[in-house]
């Protein structure tokens, strides 16, 4: 069984910065997929970014250029940099692991962005 815990969301004014990370325990870590969702209220769940075995890294366009996935296998956890937050950036943030059949989910971080 995996264990994901999220942490660092917050509330932020715009322009700001926020990192979330997301610890990792109970499985494979340096062969799988990593990601980190959104889901705002009355949305659907939406993959912010992404960073799969090998190295390559995908985005939202609509972050693109602001946030900054990385992941640490020796620690097992998996970071989101967040730069120049908007207020359409608010949401609870979801760790995703994924290895083969196995996919987990961590209980989600609240990054609301308000002035």
């Known amino acids: 069984q995996v264990q994901l815990m999220e942490s660092g969301g917050g509330l932020v004014q715009p322009g700001g910065s926020l990192r979330l990370s997301c610890a990792a325990s109970g499985g494979i870590f340096n062969r799988n997929d990593m990601g980190w969702y959104r889901q705002a209220p009355g949305k659907q769940r939406e993959l912010v970014a992404a960073?799969?075995?090998?190295?390559?890294?995908n985005y939202a366009d609509s972050v693109k250029g602001r946030f900054t996935i990385s992941r640490d296998n020796a620690k097992n956890i998996v970071y989101l940099q967040m730069n120049s937050l908007q207020p359409e950036d608010t949401a609870v943030y979801y760790c995703n692991y994924n290895y083969g059949s196995k996919n987990y989910w961590g209980q989600g971080t609240q990054v609301t962005v308000s002035a």
């Open positions: 960073i799969i075995r090998g190295g390559f890294i």
